[in-house]
């Protein structure tokens, strides 16, 4: 929808198709005429993408792609832990807990979460402030050793849905027993409280930076690489009402 704003159309194109090599692939988008692209997030474990970079203007989509290092726009990351924390706070919740229960896109977004969560603790009374889960990501074993060790009142975790599975076969019951924060908040079945960031938004701050970059024609992979934030919403759920 943005890119027809600006009287572009946006066509999906994957590398990963059998026979396809770079060379290939970049033939085929000049051969359309197509010299800018969005370059979504790779697989796990991947981080590097071979293409003729100077044929095309360029951006990418969150963390993953880190060999080039291109313009690109993600999640704030960090004021997502940020404001989960805040009102973990403001709700009395004293002792709280992080957990990465799943493996992330890319190991750059951990810390930025993890160092929104460490930098709020400074703000909790010594007594209060618990070590993240150990495990990266966690496992079931390993956090229920943790919790047990530490007692966390709430949990911050970027994906809530293993947690929530592991706390009700630990007979811990949401919210009653522990609060939960879902930092990646992309499951709204669950009713977690949480950050929402639009994927919408998202793709439509990659094509407005594409389209400038087209319209100065800057290709290549940039000497001084770019990044946009979308800041999160905040929307509340059933797993962070306010602590008697």
Not at 64 to 88: I, S
Not at 151 to 163: I, Q, S
Request: proline share 8%.
């Amino acid at each position: 929808e943005r890119a027809r704003d600006f009287g572009y159309r946006l066509e999906h194109f994957w590398l990963a198709e059998p026979g396809m090599t770079p060379a290939r692939f970049c033939d085929i988008l000049s051969a359309r005429g197509i010299n800018g692209l969005v370059v979504g997030r790779l697989p796990p474990g991947q981080q590097a993408m071979e293409l003729e970079w100077s044929r095309f203007s360029c951006v990418a989509l969150g963390l993953t792609l880190r060999a080039p290092l291109l313009h690109h726009v993600t999640e704030n990351h960090f004021d997502a832990a940020w404001q989960g924390m805040q009102y973990c706070r403001e709700r009395g919740y004293r002792r709280v807990g992080f957990v990465f229960s799943e493996a992330n896109d890319s190991p750059r977004v951990g810390s930025r979460w993890l160092g929104a969560f460490l930098e709020q603790q400074r703000q909790f009374p010594a007594r209060d402030r618990l070590p993240p889960c150990p495990a990266v990501p966690a496992d079931e074993h390993t956090f229920r050793a943790w919790f047990e060790r530490v007692r966390p009142e709430a949990l911050l975790t970027n994906h809530g849905r293993p947690v929530l599975a592991w706390l009700e076969r630990m007979g811990q019951r949401v919210p009653r027993d522990v609060g939960l924060v879902d930092l990646a908040g992309d499951h709204p079945e669950l009713e977690c409280a949480g950050v929402y960031h639009d994927p919408a938004k998202l793709g439509a701050l990659a094509v407005e930076m594409l389209v400038g970059l087209m319209h100065r024609n800057e290709t290549d992979v940039p000497d001084d690489q770019h990044e946009i934030l979308l800041t999160g919403e905040w929307r509340d759920g059933k797993t962070l009402p306010p602590r008697g």
